[in-house]
């Protein structure tokens, strides 16, 4: 190269160095880069109402804790996201790419200017809710429900009953709380009662200790059970591809069973259902089985389910499935000892169907996993669900300091091994189907 050629060589490399380092410097900003990222990964859980100790919805919010958000984006503290992606990777991943981690940083070092206005820097969430709109039925509790502060854990059913002017086809449902901190979790059915009284029974149900017989007023309405679902911390809405859901009976009641932490001090809280109906008729029918606590094949644990002190311990459970079936969502459950969980299916044939693997369980982060398409499981195929639990000093969570032996149930000192799927008949070319998420 002449010495005339480095220099233009030379002169073009600073030229482009000058150029880059200002560019990005404009480059990124609030309003162009760093809403969208924000708003699609980190508002759906920082904001008002939701389990996150602060909002993320403005810029402000954002700009105050840039530094923050850069690191934890940087170590991927946040967003949360348990299961193994190499294992099964789910539509509904939360995970930062590098380059959206790199431009938070780049643009919290850089002053974190704002831009102009897009359009794209607009929260256009919904308040109270993670749905991309707003609900068509809130069937909640009548009256706040008063946790007391006496550090007991309580179960308590509530009766919402619901007239409707017809069935209506769903298209979503969400459980909804004014209250996260306390709920440690919640399970709800909805009920058709066509006939039977729905106002005079109790409102609620409340026993500490034991979980069944205060069902025995209710029991007359749980015949019919058309649907069941559930929130755990960190979970969200459950939504359907067209033409699939259920029907929401035109008179029923939703019985919701909600378990509270202890708590120190009282807190009052209303929690609830909601649903987005769609004129879109339901060809195919979504129906949620429970495998293992609880569930399908809890025999194969039940008298077993103990964990000693200081011990590492696994469990399993086995279930053949009768008829061809397709998969939406995986919806895994432990409670606080749990450390690994892993769901997969063997086929008649021998090959392994990957359904969710959790190297490092969090109890604070559980969710429900949706699939990328409907994911087809044959007739005959063995689904096993594998939990570990350390029961050791040596596992931060341990809710008892000196570890004590821990049983099978439902009280989150105690510990589950769940595996809730959401499934339909399969048919032909459901393999090609998205489960998507609806925006
Ligand atoms: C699934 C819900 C959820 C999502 C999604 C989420 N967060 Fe969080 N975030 C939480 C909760 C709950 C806490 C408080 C508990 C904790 O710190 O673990 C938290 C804590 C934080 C903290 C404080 C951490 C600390 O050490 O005190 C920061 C900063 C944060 N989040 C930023 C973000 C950012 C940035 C995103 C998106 C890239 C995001 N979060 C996405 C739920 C969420």
């Not at 050629?5 to 490399?13: F, M």
């Not at 809710?129 to 007391?148: C, G, I, Q, W």
């Not at 509530?158 to 409707?164: M, S």
């Not at 009641?253 to 909600?258: K, R």
Request: with cysteine; net charge negative; glycine share 6%.
């Amino acid at each position: 190269m002449s010495m005339r050629g480095g220099i233009i060589v030379l002169l073009l490399l600073s030229f482009f160095t000058f150029f880059c380092k200002e560019s990005t410097a404009q480059k990124i900003t609030w309003s162009e880069h760093i809403a969208p990222v924000i708003h699609s990964n980190c508002t759906p859980c920082h904001r008002q109402g939701e389990g996150a100790p602060f909002s993320l919805v403005t810029y402000e919010d954002v700009a105050k804790r840039a530094s923050f958000i850069k690191k934890v984006t940087q170590t991927r503290y946040m967003p949360p996201w348990m299961p193994d992606p190499h294992y099964v990777s789910f539509t509904n991943e939360r995970k930062l790419t590098d380059e959206q981690i790199a431009m938070i940083a780049d643009w919290a070092d850089h002053k974190m200017p704002k831009g102009k206005s897009t359009g794209n820097d607009e929260n256009n969430y919904v308040a109270g809710t993670r749905y991309n709109r707003k609900p068509d039925l809130v069937l909640s509790m009548k009256t706040a429900f008063h946790v007391e502060g006496d550090n007991t854990e309580r179960f308590v059913v509530y009766k919402i009953p619901f007239e409707l002017p017809d069935s209506t086809n769903v298209e979503a449902i969400e459980f909804i709380t004014n209250n996260r901190k306390v709920v440690h979790h919640a399970n709800f059915e909805v009920d058709a009662v066509p006939e039977l009284d729905i106002y005079h029974t109790a409102d609620y149900m409340e026993d500490a200790q034991s979980h069944v017989e205060y069902y025995e007023q209710y029991v007359p309405y749980r015949t019919n059970m058309i649907y069941f679902g559930g929130w755990v911390p960190g979970s969200s809405y459950e939504s359907y591809p067209a033409n699939m859901g259920w029907i929401m009976p035109k008179r029923g009641v939703v019985l919701l069973t909600v378990h509270y932490a202890p708590l120190a001090k009282p807190e009052d809280v209303i929690n609830g259902v909601q649903f987005f109906f769609t004129k879109t008729p339901v060809k195919r029918h979504i129906q949620s089985i429970s495998f293992g606590s609880g569930g399908v094949g809890e025999k194969q644990i039940d008298p077993y389910f103990y964990i000693p002190p200081g011990v590492v311990k696994s469990f399993k459970v086995k279930v053949a499935t009768p008829t061809d079936q397709s998969l939406l969502y995986v919806w895994p459950h432990m409670h606080y000892l749990g450390k690994i969980f892993k769901a997969y299916a063997v086929t008649p044939s021998g090959d392994t169907i990957r359904l969710v693997s959790i190297p490092d369980w969090n109890f604070n982060w559980q969710e429900i996993y949706w699939f990328p398409k409907l994911m087809k499981i044959p007739a005959g195929t063995v689904v096993t669900i594998e939990g570990t639990y350390d029961n050791t000093a040596d596992n931060p969570m341990n809710q008892s300091s000196p570890p004590a032996t821990v049983y099978g149930a439902m009280r989150s000192k105690d510990e589950m091994l769940t595996l809730v799927v959401v499934s339909l008949p399969y048919e032909d070319g459901d393999e090609e189907i998205n489960v998507g998420l609806k925006k």
